[in-house]
């Protein structure tokens, strides 16, 4: 039998300081380039630009890989905190979970509208950095204060002499190249950003120098005065089909669902040819869309729709749908949200659920309105759009046909979706009768078909394909999916695959992930191609429900949802951070899919704008080490080696038992 090491007091380790993010440094940024912890600098200093306090931002890339931000905004506070008793520019480049950018129940923090949230930022980059150097101009003196050692060591704060009436910070990171991938920011993606910048700032010049190795300076600078639309028409390789629509619309005081100054601006038009859409939340550029953008299309959505319903242009048995609107649009979208929800650190993606009833209903009137005063321009943008419904309909009529001439009997338990468009169709796999029966009145029936799965689907790692379908659930998936068990070595036929995305959804407990194994394991197994083409996903339902009660008029209760025990922590965190007392939280923690009602398991595990989900890849260079853990994990003959695998690495596993 194995020894183990000895497990007491001095096994516990505490990180302490910047510590855990050198230790996991993933958990915190991207690690493939000091990209995201230079914009961490870069978002201060256009924070400051957003709040009106500054008009210039500068960047300058040195020689050495060091990289400069320079603002001329108020400058970070150079005073002793009153609890902490230490220099608040210290406090913010060393201590995580401390900003100006948490006290934001009214909108009138330092920091209203910023996409600081979870108050790690600089300190962040300071950990991840050989040496951060800071000058501040404020109250008429200039400071300065060096880190180094990835904010390990600290120099005094000093006054380096006066500044007149200047005021702004500058900051010079070297970052530590043994953190990341590549030690240089890839300059495309720097240029995109401060490029980005300018055009959500009209007015602020945004300038980038590039050291030459002869001692010169290469220099580009941008401003946009016009906004949003000049930069949608420079960034189209084609005229547009209507006049671009570019506004903005925020709340006022009197405005009950939303708080003060909450909204978006934007600019939209509608392409014959692809051109880029960007979106941004307090100015931070969400690459990965999110919940405003869906508001977005949907308030475009409804305007369209209303303006071709009043005018009677849609023809006879046309059923008008929100892709067939939206396809052929682009936009710039620039959201202010008082306290935006991103999903993981690096903010890619706006999971906020009021941020689609936000932008919908602060775009949907002035769009009408706007559609109402330019008819021409609204026939137009309404003909392209019955023009891609007509052609959806009739490559759905195509596909039918050939759904219908097929043998195969459809399972009886397969609540089947409308659509027959792979690009938005999804198969969800749920288990039990339960949750498929919760699942089924969830979903989007026009797109979403469910599939509830009766028990745990048997072990096929080492079944021959010949006797696949002895297993009735495996059976059921099989002729769901219209396709036929493959292998690697031979070209599978998909030409009958009946959706787009297969999202395997189980409860967040140790027989879910069971579940999810055997699928995975069938599907690399039988059916490769799915995995390898991206058609396999995983739901991730949450663990736990937060019920958060109202805290005044410019705060409705809100209802949240935490995926683990980690990131409930956080959001309490948060929530008494805003001021709300714990008391008044309750949580809930769900047992399965089951116990979640309809408009629960809609908002976290189904509904596209607002569900987790993760998609299932197979990297070709390592098939041979996934074949033997397969085969270790699966294989019938090998319990002898899960004990031995279980004993060295279980200590790993937290189990949710």
């Known amino acids: 039998m194995a020894t183990s090491k000895t497990y007491d007091e001095s096994s516990f380790r505490v990180l302490k300081g910047l510590e855990p993010v050198r230790e996991r440094p993933g958990m915190y940024t991207r690690t493939d380039s000091p990209a995201h912890i230079i914009q961490e600098v870069i978002d201060n200093a256009a924070d400051e630009a957003l709040g009106g306090f500054a008009r210039n931002i500068h960047v300058m890339l040195h020689l050495d890989g060091s990289i400069t931000v320079t603002d001329d905004g108020r400058g970070i506070p150079v005073g002793p905190h009153p609890e902490e008793k230490i220099p608040v520019v210290v406090l913010a480049y060393t201590r995580l979970h401390a900003g100006g950018k948490f006290d934001k129940k009214s909108g009138n923090s330092a920091y209203a509208f910023s996409g600081g949230l979870h108050g790690v930022g600089v300190a962040v980059t300071n950990a991840l950095s050989h040496k951060v150097s800071v000058e501040v101009k404020r109250e008429g003196k200039i400071w300065s204060v060096d880190f180094s050692d990835g904010g390990e060591r600290i120099s005094e704060l000093v006054e380096r002499g006066p500044c007149g009436k200047q005021t702004g910070t500058r900051v010079r990171v070297w970052p530590d190249a043994k953190y990341f991938d590549s030690p240089k920011v890839p300059m495309h993606e720097l240029e995109r950003l401060l490029r980005s910048k300018a055009v959500l700032l009209p007015g602020v010049r945004v300038a980038l120098d590039i050291e030459q190795s002869d001692g010169t300076f290469q220099s580009k600078s941008w401003t946009y005065p016009n906004g949003l639309s000049q930069y949608l028409s420079e960034a189209a390789t084609n005229d547009p089909v209507a006049p671009l629509f570019a506004s903005e619309k925020y709340a006022d005081a009197d405005n009950t669902d939303f708080a003060l100054g909450e909204g978006a601006s934007w600019a939209f038009g509608w392409f014959l040819e692809t051109t880029p859409s960007e979106s941004y939340v307090n100015l931070i550029p969400t690459v990965n869309g999110g919940t405003h953008e869906s508001g977005l299309r949907a308030g475009i959505f409804e305007a369209v729709k209303t303006f071709i319903e009043h005018r009677a242009l849609l023809p006879r048995g046309v059923k008008l749908q929100q892709d067939d609107v939206c396809s052929r649009m682009s936009f710039v979208l620039s959201a202010r949200i008082l306290d935006p929800q991103f999903q993981g650190q690096v903010k890619e993606k706006l999971n906020s659920r009021e941020a689609v009833k936000l932008?919908?209903?602060?775009?949907?009137?002035?769009?009408?309105?706007?559609?109402?005063?330019?008819?021409?321009?609204?026939?137009?943008?309404?003909?392209?759009?019955?023009?891609?419904?007509?052609?959806?309909?009739?490559?759905?009529?195509?596909?039918?046909?050939?759904?219908?001439?097929?043998?195969?009997?459809?399972p009886g338990k397969l609540t089947d979706c409308e659509s027959t468009d792979l690009n938005e169709n999804e198969l969800f796999l749920v288990e039990g009768d339960s949750a498929g029966g919760s699942a089924k009145m969830a979903r989007n029936k026009e797109t979403q078909a469910i599939l509830p799965l009766r028990g745990k689907v048997q072990n096929s790692w080492e079944i021959e394909p010949g006797r696949l379908f002895a297993n009735a659930e495996i059976h059921d998936i099989a002729v769901a999916l219209g396709i036929d068990p493959h292998n690697c070595d031979t070209e599978p036929d998909l030409s009958n695959l009946r959706y787009g995305k297969v999202v395997i959804m189980s409860d967040a407990d140790v027989d879910g992930a069971h579940i999810q194994t055997l699928l995975l394991t069938l599907f690399y197994k039988h059916f490769p191609a799915l995995i390898d083409r991206g058609h396999v996903y995983i739901a991730q339902p949450p663990l736990y429900r937060i019920d958060v009660p109202a805290s005044g008029k410019k705060r409705p209760a809100r209802r949240l949802y935490a995926l683990d025990d980690g990131e409930l922590e956080a959001m309490k965190d948060r929530l008494e951070k805003e001021g709300i007392p714990l008391e008044k939280i309750e949580v809930g923690r769900f047992k399965g899919l089951g116990e979640m009602n309809p408009e629960q398991l809609r908002e976290t595990a189904m509904a596209l704008a607002t569900r987790r989900v993760l998609p299932v890849s197979a990297s070709p260079r390592l098939r041979e080490t996934t074949l033997k853990l397969f085969n270790l994990l699966m294989g019938k003959g090998e319990a002898a080696g899960r004990r031995a695998w279980m004993e060295e690495k279980g200590h790993l596993v937290e189990a949710d038992i």
């Not at 932008?359 to 769009?367: G, L, T």
């Not at 008819?375 to 039918?400: C, M, P, T, Y």
């Open 359 to 410: 932008v919908s209903s602060m775009v949907r009137d002035p769009f009408e309105i706007w559609l109402s005063q330019h008819v021409e321009a609204g026939k137009l943008i309404a003909e392209l759009s019955i023009k891609q419904a007509l052609a959806r309909q009739k490559n759905a009529q195509k596909v039918e046909k050939k759904k219908q001439s097929g043998v195969a009997v459809l």
